[in-house]
C-alpha cells in the first residue's frame, strides 16, 4: 500500500499524522494530490458539458428578454450557438416538425415557418434539435 506524507494540519490546528493511506481522503492536510493531465481535460470538459446543459434548461425558463440574450451571448462565447433556422429549408436531419401551418404559395412548401423551441450546436455538434413549424401546401 502507498502512503503520503502529509504537510499540515487539520482544520482544528493539530498536526496531522503521517501515513495517510494513498486513496483515502486526507482531510485539509496539505496533501497534493496531481491528476494526470487527460484526467484533467475530461474532467474539464464533463465540467464544460454540465453548464452548457445547465445554462440551456435556464435559457428554457427564462422569462427576460435580457436574461436569454445574456446567457446566449455568453454561450456563443464558448462556441455554443442558438439554432434559429426560420426561412430555411426544413431538414429532418437538423429540425425536429412540432406543426405545420398552409399555405398557397408553393414556393414556400417545406420552409421553417417559425421557430418554436430554438435549438443549440456546441461548434458543430447538434446538442438540441430546433422544434419548428413548417409551411405546408394546402391540398385542395
Known amino acids: 500500500m502507498a502512503w503520503f506524507r502529509s504537510k499540515g494540519v487539520d482544520p482544528d490546528g493539530d498536526p496531522v499524522a503521517e501515513g495517510t493511506p494513498a486513496g483515502e481522503a486526507a482531510s485539509n ?35 427576460s428578454g435580457g436574461v436569454v440574450e445574456r446567457l446566449e451571448h455568453g454561450l456563443a462565447g464558448i462556441g455554443v450557438h442558438a439554432l434559429r433556422p426560420d426561412g430555411e429549408r426544413f431538414d429532418p436531419a437538423r429540425h425536429e416538425a412540432g ?15 417559425e421557430t418554436e423551441v430554438t435549438g443549440f450546436a456546441d461548434h458543430e455538434r447538434l446538442l438540441r434539435a430546433p422544434i419548428v413549424t413548417v409551411y405546408a401546401k394546402r391540398v385542395p
Open 29 to 63: 492536510t496539505g496533501v497534493d494530490v496531481v491528476a494526470a493531465p487527460s484526467d484533467e481535460l475530461e474532467r474539464a470538459l464533463a465540467d464544460r458539458q454540465a453548464l452548457i446543459q445547465l445554462c440551456l434548461y435556464a435559457l428554457d425558463r427564462a422569462r
Open 99 to 113: 406543426g405545420a401551418v398552409t399555405t398557397d404559395d408553393p414556393a414556400l412548401d417545406g420552409v421553417v415557418a
